[in-house]
């Protein structure tokens, strides 16, 4: 299957979620990108994140039907499930959604409903009562455990992560080396008052807080987005991306802490 995402730590969550269930999967950076790698060879599925750089995930789906019918179920990975949107993914051709962070039994289930049955392990390798079953207490395990922080709701991320605690350390450890510098885009679109740039930013930082439960981050996020009438960017704005800047690059310089510990 294809999955379409800008991020690095979204990326990265999705495909530990898929991986668990046995998928193989290919990437794209973006809407242009999916486009030409989704009409280049024959995917199962295409898992589309909707806001992206370049090209959008609604603008993508389109040109994919446009080029290559609706052989490929496309379905959309949307941090507004709003009514509204659910209905733009089904008007560009998309087949389904997901809302984010993913919740992982929501994946598969929907996942289930679109994949080819043989795409998927067989019995026993998936568990009665669906994919995830049989989770873990929420307790990272002792070889895997850091240190006390308190940027992250443990049982959350391990939650989003499919109980999967190795994995967590992982992509925790991305997070860290990512913002390490802090939203450094971020910054420079709110300083050179590019507001859609600036959202778009904000949209993907968003997706990585709240699939890593970093919800400091998560919240400053959030408020700096509503902030925005229409996409504008002003001198308030400036202060609070500048203010989320240096918050990220405070975890992230912990996060790595608590790593060499």
């Given amino acids: 299957m294809l999955l379409v995402e800008d991020n690095p730590i979204n990326q990265e969550v999705a495909e530990a979620l898929l991986s668990a269930v046995g998928l193989t999967v290919e990437t794209?950076?973006?809407?242009?990108?999916?486009?030409?790698?989704?009409?280049?060879?024959d995917f199962d599925l295409?898992?589309?994140?909707?806001?992206?750089p370049v090209m959008d995930g609604l603008q993508a789906s389109r040109a994919i039907r446009?080029?290559?019918?609706?052989?490929?179920?496309?379905?959309?990975?949307?941090a507004n499930a709003i009514g509204e949107d659910r209905l733009a993914c089904l008007v560009a051709g998309m087949n389904d959604h997901v809302a984010k962070p993913v919740d992982p039994d929501l994946l598969h289930a929907t996942l289930l409903r679109w994949l080819p049955m043989p795409a998927l392990p067989a019995a026993p390798d998936l568990p009665a009562g669906g994919?995830?079953?049989?989770?873990?207490?929420?307790?990272?395990?002792?070889?895997?455990r850091l240190p006390g922080s308190t940027d992250v709701d443990w049982a959350r991320a391990l939650a989003n992560l499919g109980d999967q605690g190795a994995m967590l350390v992982r992509v925790l450890r991305r997070f860290a080396r990512t913002y390490a510098?802090?939203?450094?885009?971020?910054?420079?679109?709110?300083?050179?008052?590019?507001?859609p740039a600036l959202l778009?930013?904000?949209?993907?930082?968003?997706?990585?807080?709240?699939?890593?439960?970093?919800?400091?981050?998560?919240?400053?996020?959030?408020?700096?987005?509503s902030a925005q009438p229409e996409g504008a960017a002003g001198e308030a704005i400036v202060a609070q991306a500048?203010?989320?800047h240096r918050?990220?690059?405070?975890?992230?310089?912990?996060?790595?802490?608590?790593?060499?510990?």
């Avoid at 794209?28 to 060879?41: I, K, P, W």
Wanted: aromatic share 0%; with cysteine; hydrophobic share 50%.
């Fill in 131 to 144: 994919a995830l079953a049989g989770r873990s207490t929420g307790r990272l395990p002792l070889p895997v």
């Fill in 181 to 195: 510098d802090g939203g450094a885009a971020l910054l420079a679109a709110a300083t050179r008052g590019d507001g």
């Fill in 66 to 78: 446009a080029r290559s019918g609706r052989g490929q179920a496309i379905i959309a990975m949307t």
């Fill in 247 to 261: 918050a990220l690059q405070q975890v992230a310089t912990r996060l790595q802490a608590e790593r060499d510990a």
């Fill in 200 to 225: 778009a930013a904000c949209h993907s930082l968003r997706g990585a807080c709240a699939a890593l439960t970093v919800d400091g981050q998560l919240r400053q996020v959030q408020a700096l987005e």
């Fill in 242 to 244: 500048r203010g989320l």
């Fill in 28 to 41: 794209a950076g973006d809407g242009a990108q999916a486009v030409e790698q989704a009409c280049a060879a």
């Fill in 46 to 52: 295409v898992l589309m994140d909707v806001q992206m």
